[in-house]
């Protein structure tokens, strides 16, 4: 079996509080399964944090640094490194490696596109880049991403009153002015938002009897909160693939989605919700609102993005990736090249690509 080495997030973090929460991290739970089934072995989860740290959970060793020169050695040689997020200051980190394989998967491929120099593959949301990937760079293979949710947590739950016409989801401090939109022009809907409520914009209606603001709660509470809710609207204008659609889609929740979303479009559908603009936003309130019993999102996230599935879909991308030829003296000269001119100097959450 081979094994996999995977950086996880962009910025430093708090261990404790990643631990806490490790159980809900997707690609945790994703390769959690490769171990489980036997796919892989050895799997590294590495986080840049304050202090150095590692535990071992789900046969994955979990790795907090304070620099990238504390990496542990095994960790540097194994066949896959899966880069997730864009920061320069996984450089080092990267040019240490022995790895065979290397695929990335962060946000920004979507914002600035596909420029995905020294990377085997990159890992995709929508099946439109994939075609540009292949268009932009002959080098990278692009591939669709499945990302589940975590469906020990977020579940349709049986004979649940809906208390809540509309609910909002972890983006209203993304896109305030649409949610003050829709609440003016619905004043007798009832409205909960879960997650982060400190905005300015809405100061002057957060004591409404009409509207509930739970403010950072587990994710067993958000399920019910979703369960009690008719619809949900997803306010994020320029995001990646928000986890909240698949978490609303595995509780049985329509939704809709700002058609604008660079991506995320692949979970919205007949069966799960609708596109919206802010020009027609109130007419597509009170078209889902009216017709959400017909729909079965928790059935369609069944079929096409359970972890299941999820998980079958990233083997079969190891697969791919591992056809691949090696590459030549003449590319990995360029790529040294590029690294030492280009990415050397770029600053922020810009082009760095390793």
């Known amino acids: 079996m081979k094994s996999l080495t995977f950086i996880r997030y962009n910025r430093k973090v ?8 490790l159980e809900n991290d997707i690609y945790f739970l994703m390769l959690s399964e490769f171990v489980r089934k036997g796919i892989l072995r050895n799997i590294f989860f590495i986080y840049f944090s304050e202090v150095n740290y590692s535990k071992r959970h789900n046969g994955i060793d979990i790795l907090f640094l304070k620099k990238a020169v504390d990496i542990a050695p095994e960790a540097l040689n194994t066949h896959y490194l899966w880069v997730r997020g864009d920061k320069k200051e996984y450089l080092p980190l990267i040019r240490m490696g022995k790895w065979n394989k290397r695929f990335f998967y962060g946000a920004s491929s979507y914002y600035i596109p596909y420029k995905t120099w020294g990377y085997d593959a990159v890992l995709l949301d929508e099946n439109e880049h994939i075609s540009i990937v292949q268009k932009e760079q002959e080098n990278t293979l692009g591939l669709r991403l499945l990302k589940p949710a975590n469906e020990q947590v977020f579940m349709k739950l049986d004979k649940v009153e809906k208390i809540y016409d509309i609910c909002i989801f972890s983006t209203l401090h993304k896109n305030p002015g649409a949610f003050l939109k829709i609440y003016e022009a619905f004043p007798e809907l009832n409205y909960v938002v879960i997650g982060r409520d400190n905005v300015p914009e809405i100061e002057h209606i957060k004591d409404n009897s009409n509207l509930k603001l739970t403010g950072f709660i587990s994710h067993e509470k958000a399920n019910k909160y979703l369960n009690q ?33 660079s991506s995320g479009k692949s979970y919205i559908n007949s069966s799960t919700g609708l596109f919206s603009g802010d020009d027609e936003i109130l007419d597509k309130v009170e078209f889902l609102l009216m017709n959400y019993k017909k729909m079965s999102p928790e059935a369609y996230y069944k079929e096409h993005f359970s972890l299941e599935k999820a998980t079958n879909k990233l083997s079969e991308n190891l697969d791919k990736i591992d056809a691949l030829p090696p590459k030549n003296k003449l590319y990995k000269l360029k790529l040294k090249l590029f690294n030492n001119t280009v990415i050397s100097k770029l600053r922020g959450h810009v082009l760095k690509r390793y």
């Open 14 to 21: 708090n261990h404790n509080n990643i631990l806490k929460t």
């Open 229 to 261: 809710s008719k619809i949900g609207i997803i306010l994020s204008l320029r995001d990646g693939a928000p986890r909240v659609i698949v978490e609303s889609m595995s509780a049985g929740l329509p939704q809709i989605v700002n058609k604008r979303l």
